[in-house]
């Protein structure tokens, strides 16, 4: 059953409610939430993928919950590190629960059919990570699915997720994807300096891999991670020229972002002074 004393003012008033989860602790290393991971939550009905993350059994939780029809539900304070994401890393950080806020969204996922985010859904969960990129002032390139955080464990929120249409509405990093047209680049099993430059572009990404210059499974499995959210119009694995050129893209398009957003900024004292003894002109027309 809840635990009815643990009831704490939600962070947002997008959450209509709080369903308190027992599962969560202390942020370690005085590590502050900088990054958000999506998931979908993978169960056949919604009330019992809520349930699950608010028993003490499941060891499992995350800050927000958001049905089908909108509903958002705060069960951790966004203080607190919830139970969400697991073993896993992203830009060489393996403790990504102490790092994130972690946000389920109801859907039954790949093993029940994995239908549709209706849009009411959508428009929550963007309005929900609007205002937690806000308080928190977290970089586009720090909004992840938990699939890229444990891509060898994970594929949620898949690929039917709308990644281009948050990065419209000003969430997380989004290129249109190279067109697919049919070659194959670089398989399971290939070695040397391509796989290297591969493995290396993934590393900078932000994905937990060691560039060894051998496509290995662990390879394989990044490259679908990848595909889930940067290419999703075909998940296969294979390094294909689409892949490599959707990857190389949005690293440049990053890199450029990142070099605009660390150029000094205008100060209130570079601002020349307007004259005082002018009355105040009026503002509306
Ligand atoms: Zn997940």
């Not at 990053?254 to 009355?279: G, H, I, N, W």
Request: contains cysteine; aromatic residues 8%.
């Amino acid at each position: 059953m809840l635990n009815s004393d643990a009831i704490f003012p939600p962070d947002t008033f997008l959450a209509s409610e709080v369903v308190p989860s027992p599962n969560h602790g202390e942020r370690r290393g005085g590590r502050r939430p900088d990054m958000i991971v999506l998931h979908y939550t993978g169960m056949e009905s919604a009330q019992a993928a809520l349930q699950a993350l608010c028993s003490k059994d499941s060891e499992v939780s995350a800050h927000y919950f958001v049905f089908e029809d909108g509903r958002i539900i705060q069960s951790v304070p966004e203080a607190r590190r919830a139970w969400h994401a697991g073993e896993g890393s992203w830009e060489g950080d393996t403790d990504v629960n102490s790092r994130s806020i972690g946000i389920e969204i109801a859907n039954p996922g790949h093993e029940f059919g994995y239908p549709d985010f209706p849009r009411r859904q959508i428009a929550a969960v963007i309005a929900l990570c609007r205002g937690i990129i806000k308080r928190h002032n977290i970089e586009p390139a720090r909004v992840v699915a938990h699939s890229d955080t444990a891509p060898a464990r994970k594929k949620d929120p898949g690929e039917k997720f709308p990644w281009r249409l948050l990065f419209e509405s000003g969430i997380g990093v989004w290129v249109e994807p190279a067109a697919i047209s049919g070659d194959t680049r670089l398989l399971l099993g290939e070695t040397g300096e391509a796989v290297l430059t591969l493995q290396t572009a993934l590393k900078k990404c932000g994905y937990g891999i060691t560039p060894t210059g051998t496509f290995d499974e662990m390879t394989l499995d990044i490259v679908t991670a990848f595909q889930r959210h940067f290419r999703p119009e075909r998940v296969d694995g294979i390094a294909d020229n689409s892949t490599l050129d959707t990857l190389g893209h949005l690293l440049s398009v990053r890199a450029a972002f990142q070099a605009y957003s660390q150029l000094p900024q205008p100060t209130p004292a570079s601002v020349p002074p307007s004259p005082s003894s002018e009355p105040p002109e009026e503002s509306g027309t």
